[in-house]
T-cell receptor, first 116, second 114 residues
Framework: EAGVAQSPRYKIIEKRQSVAFWCNPI?????LYWYQQILGQGPKLLIQ????????DSQLPKDRFSAERLKGVDSTLKIQPAKLEDSAVYLC??????????????FGPGTRLTVL | GESVGLHLPTLSVQEGDNSIINCAYS??????FIWYKQESGKGPQFIID?????DKRQGQRVTVLLNKTVKHLSLQIAATQPGDSAVYFC?????????????FGSGTQLTVLP
């Protein structure tokens, strides 16, 4: 079974530039998550989608971050403009989203963003 | 605010010894706990989970213990192997079931010495 795919794996940009990350979840997974993982910390949830709808984006800095999952499959996360403190690994995860089940989240390898 | 924290940022053990990684949580409403393993350059990988109605759960070479009285969680790895070297995170959520939002701790770096 193919896992969660993310691209690019690495990205280096200058502050105030824009950047976009792409995620392809496991086939059939209804729920998709974007996490930010700053070096030395655990992942922090940015946004959660159920199919193509947003379940929770309360921790997404909406003045500069945006995310979409238009067809309920792939998702993109964008930062515009980037700040130095956005340097982190951006992880995408997906889960089946079934009610009353364990609903294990499967993580992609992440995109390491460096903002100079 | 609510948080999940770990007691030690690093842990070194000899190959073949048992490892114990600890985690404290503050949310009394936490219902479900998960341990993840994250190797360098990879995303977190599920190891074992436990619901709040249990105090112990065993997997292959791993055991999770939950003490709700003191809000403490531990991961025990038996006969630690070099491949166990990684960062280990505990995570919690307030609800079992779908649409689960996880809160992660800051992680413990486990190093297995030859």
């Amino acid at each position: 079974e193919a896992g969660v795919a993310q691209s690019p794996r690495y990205k280096i940009i200058e502050k105030r530039q824009s950047v976009a990350f792409w995620c392809n979840p496991i086939s059939g997974h209804a729920t998709l998550y974007w996490y930010q993982q700053i070096l030395g910390q655990g992942p922090k949830l940015l946004i959660q989608f159920q199919n193509n709808g947003v379940v929770d984006d309360s921790q997404l800095p909406k003045d500069r971050f945006s995310a979409e999952r238009l067809k309920g499959v792939d998702s993109t996360l964008k930062i515009q403009p980037a700040k130095l403190e956005d340097s982190a690994v951006y992880l995408c995860a997906s889960s089946l989203g079934g009610a009353g089940e364990r609903d294990e989240q499967f993580f992609g390898p992440g995109t390491r963003l460096t903002v100079l | 605010g609510e948080s999940v924290g770990l007691h030690l940022p690093t842990l070194s053990v000899q190959e073949g010894d048992n490892s114990i990684i600890n985690c404290a949580y503050s949310n009394s409403a936490s219902d479900y706990f998960i341990w993840y393993k994250q190797e360098s350059g990879k995303g977190p990988q599920f190891i074992i989970d436990i619901r709040s109605n249990m105090d112990k759960r065993q997997g292959q070479r791993v055991t999770v213990l939950l003490n709700k009285t003191v809000k403490h969680l531990s991961l025990q790895i038996a006969a630690t192997q070099p491949g166990d070297s990684a960062v280990y995170f505990c995570a919690e959520t307030g609800a079992w079931g779908s649409a689960r939002q996880l809160t992660f701790g800051s992680g413990t770096q486990l190093t297995v010495l030859p």
